[in-house]
């Protein structure tokens, strides 16, 4: 067992997720890289004149974060918009994570209270929940501000917003995050952090943003919580 983890989990009191990898893989069925395409497409029909670097961009999120960061609030509402819909497609052949599932029941189990924090939608998130008969287990669920992509992780708001609803000490709580924008936003709300090295060269990564702890697989944390529950 992972003595730093079961260390760090005995001093925190509530347990954040990041969605997008510690609970599941999304785009498993629908991939990240078509769905940014698709937004750059609809970026095109309105008319904007997309850089080579965008429109090569794979990552979705940062689509969004693109055009939110080029001041037009009505593009970017239909770009929140067209993404939002392609997430609510896309969860449905969203592949559960390893022993996700165990660890959101195995903390509920031990007495911690569960929140999502996603820079995903938020209806999303609620739709796979839901469908996984998981929604009872996570309170609150803080999802993506509508057409505001500057308040998504790193920016450390959601963070807190999960915080404040949870009413424990900033401190007491632990994000488990499989990018650095989980780790950076974390160590800017106060929170405890586990990075979840799910590919290999994340490890060192994590290491030198300076997660709490680096995990290569949520059995490490569901572990820890099951012997908690029933200690």
């Given at each position: 067992m992972n003595a730093d983890l079961s260390?760090?989990?005995g001093d925190v009191d509530a347990l954040l997720l990041d969605f997008d990898g510690p609970v599941c893989s999304i785009f498993a069925g629908y991939p990240?890289?078509?769905v940014a395409a698709e937004l750059v497409d609809v970026l095109?029909?309105?008319?904007?004149?997309?850089?080579?670097?965008?429109?090569?961009?794979?990552d979705p999120l940062e689509v969004l974060?693109?055009?939110?960061?080029?001041?037009d609030q009505d593009?970017?509402?239909t770009i929140e918009d067209a993404l939002c819909a392609a997430e609510r497609r896309a969860v449905e052949t969203a592949?559960?994570?390893?022993?996700?599932?165990e660890v959101i029941v195995g903390a509920r189990q031990a007495g911690m209270p569960v929140a999502v924090v996603s820079n995903n939608s938020a209806s999303a998130v609620s739709t796979y929940l839901a469908a996984h008969r998981l929604a009872a287990y996570v309170s609150p669920l803080v999802g993506r501000a509508y057409a505001d992509p500057g308040r998504m992780k790193p920016n450390p708001a959601p963070i807190l917003q999960a915080v404040r609803a949870l009413g424990e000490p900033a401190a007491r709580c632990v994000l488990i995050g499989d990018s650095l924008s989980d780790i950076d936003g974390a160590r800017a709300a106060g929170v405890r952090v586990v990075g979840y090295a799910n590919r290999p060269a994340k490890v060192e990564t994590f290491r030198a943003a300076e997660a709490d702890v680096v995990i290569t697989g949520m059995d490490e944390i569901a572990s820890v919580l099951i012997e908690r529950a029933g200690g």
């Amino acid at each position: 067992m992972n003595a730093d983890l079961s260390r760090l989990l005995g001093d925190v009191d509530a347990l954040l997720l990041d969605f997008d990898g510690p609970v599941c893989s999304i785009f498993a069925g629908y991939p990240a890289p078509q769905v940014a395409a698709e937004l750059v497409d609809v970026l095109r029909r309105h008319g904007v004149d997309v850089p080579p670097e965008l429109a090569s961009e794979p990552d979705p999120l940062e689509v969004l974060r693109r055009t939110g960061a080029a001041g037009d609030q009505d593009l970017t509402r239909t770009i929140e918009d067209a993404l939002c819909a392609a997430e609510r497609r896309a969860v449905e052949t969203a592949e559960p994570t390893p022993y996700g599932r165990e660890v959101i029941v195995g903390a509920r189990q031990a007495g911690m209270p569960v929140a999502v924090v996603s820079n995903n939608s938020a209806s999303a998130v609620s739709t796979y929940l839901a469908a996984h008969r998981l929604a009872a287990y996570v309170s609150p669920l803080v999802g993506r501000a509508y057409a505001d992509p500057g308040r998504m992780k790193p920016n450390p708001a959601p963070i807190l917003q999960a915080v404040r609803a949870l009413g424990e000490p900033a401190a007491r709580c632990v994000l488990i995050g499989d990018s650095l924008s989980d780790i950076d936003g974390a160590r800017a709300a106060g929170v405890r952090v586990v990075g979840y090295a799910n590919r290999p060269a994340k490890v060192e990564t994590f290491r030198a943003a300076e997660a709490d702890v680096v995990i290569t697989g949520m059995d490490e944390i569901a572990s820890v919580l099951i012997e908690r529950a029933g200690g």
